[in-house]
T-cell receptor
């Protein structure tokens, strides 16, 4: 079975631009979460979606938004990029009611 | 305010010996704990977990111990192998399932042949 997939793998953007990151969960997983990992830190929770509805939001500004589609795939959007948004963005999927989340390989975003 | 703390940024162990990675938490609402392993350029890989109703969970070479009163957990790897060299993250979540994971900063384990 395929694991969580994310695209693109790497991305370079300029300050002020917009970016869209994509994620496909493991087949059968209806919950998708997004995390940001900066160097030297653990992943930090951004959003969680289940059945296309937002179920949780971390301490991130409104420039960050996300959505989940009927096939349970998800997009993370970041507007007005700042240098500090440079990070590894991780998507994780899980079964309903499960604590265990399974991560994709991540998208490395560099903002210059 | 770090709710999950891994106070050792790095650990070096000889091949074949035991690796012990430690994790402390402050939030008493956490009731489920997980360990993830991360290689460079890859996402975290789920390793092992433990519910707060247990004090030990074992899976092959990996054992996680939980001390609720001390708000402390540890991951034991026996015997350690060079392929275990990676960054290990401790994570915690609260009831019910599907709640966000709160991660520590990670411990880099190096297993020396």
């Amino acid at each position: 079975d395929a694991g969580v997939t994310q695209s693109p793998t790497h991305l370079i953007k300029t300050r002020g631009q917009h970016v869209t990151l994509r994620c496909s969960p493991i087949s059968g997983h209806k919950s998708v979460s997004w995390y940001q990992q900066v160097l030297g830190q653990g992943p930090q929770f951004i959003f969680q979606y289940y059945e296309k509805e937002e179920r949780g939001r971390g301490n991130f500004p409104d420039r960050f938004s996300a959505r989940q589609f009927p096939n349970y795939s998800s997009e993370l959007n970041v507007n007005a990029l700042l240098l500090g948004d440079s990070a590894l963005y991780l998507c994780a999927s899980s079964l309903q009611g499960s604590h265990e989340q399974y991560f994709g390989p991540g998208t490395r975003l560099t903002v210059t | 305010d770090q709710q999950v703390k891994q106070n050792s940024p790095s650990l070096s162990v000889q091949e074949g010996r035991i690796s012990i990675l430690n994790c402390d938490y402050t939030n008493s609402m956490f009731d489920y704990f997980l360990w993830y392993k991360k290689y460079p350029a890859e996402g975290p890989t789920f390793l092992i977990s433990i519910s707060s109703i247990k004090d030990k969970n074992e899976d092959g070479r990996f054992t996680v111990f939980l001390n609720k009163s001390a708000k402390h957990l540890s991951l034991h790897i026996v015997p350690s192998q060079p392929g275990d060299s990676a960054v290990y993250f401790c994570a915690a979540s609260a009831l019910p399932g599907n709640t966000p994971l709160v991660f520590g900063k990670g411990t880099r384990l190096s297993v020396i042949a």
